[in-house]
């Protein structure tokens, strides 16, 4: 087990980047890198209107134990978001399909191995690459189906309002989801929020959509050693909403792990506390994962 990692944010180098999606989008990232030794690359997927900022904290963190990491806004979300998001054109899979693909790509110039940390739709993202062979391992927390039925009562009717009465009239007024305002995350694009909305009816997602129905045989080739947290308390990828998603990832080696924020010593984790402030212990897990996977890994750790 690590220690907690303790570094002085002036011993990390940040650097923000700009890197190109497969479709040649730029995107905008922050690399995150320590002086000495690095073991291996971590990409950090976002979730879902989350800003990279967000994850500042647990970069560092990594950092201090060795890894590289690369955060980044997928497109039309924070730093990758066009000056006038009204009239942004886009599909919800090409976070996955191009702008994850790309970060793929980015990291592997240095040869070095790739792990990737997803949190709720990064968790989904994977399975959209085309380049997931190159990744050693991926720890998702949060990721789940979205369809309102997994949840329990209250966040369910809360969840109704939102997609029926909320957001709608907002949408239909600014051109597209104005989430900042509710301090809920990032705006997003019209068409992120029509096809969420459209996906969390069905208790599958995107799996039941006519349209997406080439995403089965897509995820089925996914042979990436997967482990899929879920926080008891974590009303939106609960067991059950994991589960419904996950299992199409159907060569993988999973893992499912279900915590609770009792044995972190922690008030609560839900969907966002798994890199908050308090989460070191759960990140500690991850990373010893990680580690066992370049313990066996012919890489070897090189020095800037």
């Known amino acids: 087990m690590h220690a907690t990692a303790r570094l002085n944010t002036h011993q990390i180098e940040k650097q923000t980047i700009h890197f190109s999606a497969r479709d040649a989008y730029a995107l905008v990232g922050t690399r995150y890198r320590a002086q000495g030794p690095i073991k291996a690359n971590l990409i950090l997927a976002s979730a879902t209107g989350v800003p990279q900022q967000f994850y500042r904290r647990f970069a560092e963190y990594a950092v201090a134990l060795g890894y590289q990491v690369l955060t980044f806004d997928y497109r039309g979300v924070g730093?990758?978001?066009?000056?006038q998001l009204k009239g942004f054109s886009m599909s919800y899979l090409d976070w996955g399909q191009l702008d994850l693909s790309g970060a793929i790509d980015f990291v592997a110039q240095d040869?070095?191995?790739?792990?990737?940390?997803?949190?709720?739709?990064?968790?989904?993202?994977?399975?959209?690459?085309?380049?997931h062979d190159q990744v050693t391992a991926m720890y998702c927390f949060g990721t789940g189906a979205g369809w309102h039925g997994y949840m329990p009562f209250r966040e369910k009717m809360k969840v109704h309002v939102m997609w029926n009465i909320i957001f709608p009239p907002m949408v239909a007024l600014k051109g597209y989801l104005p989430w900042s305002i509710l301090k809920m995350g990032a705006d997003l694009p019209v068409d992120v929020y029509t096809q969420?909305?459209?996906?969390?009816?069905?208790?599958?997602?995107?799996?039941?959509?006519?349209?997406?129905?080439?995403?089965?045989?897509?995820y089925a080739q996914v042979k990436t050693p997967i482990y899929a947290v879920s926080a008891l308390d974590d009303d939106w990828a609960l067991p059950n909403s994991r589960h419904a998603f996950m299992q199409h990832y159907r060569q993988a080696d999973l893992h499912y792990l279900n915590i609770e924020a009792s044995e972190y010593g922690l008030k609560e984790i839900g969907h966002m506390g798994y890199f908050r402030q308090g989460a070191e212990n759960i990140w500690d897990n991850m990373l010893n994962t990680f580690d066992r996977y370049l313990s066996s890994s012919p890489h070897t750790t090189t020095k800037l």
Not at 79 to 83: E, F, G, N
Not at 205 to 212: I, L
């Open 111 to 131: 040869g070095k191995p790739i792990f990737v940390v997803g949190h709720s739709y990064g968790g989904q993202a994977l399975g959209l690459t085309d380049n």
């Open 196 to 218: 969420w909305r459209k996906w969390c009816k069905n208790p599958t997602y995107f799996f039941a959509d006519p349209e997406q129905q080439h995403l089965l045989e897509q």
């Open 79 to 83: 730093l990758s978001a066009p000056k």
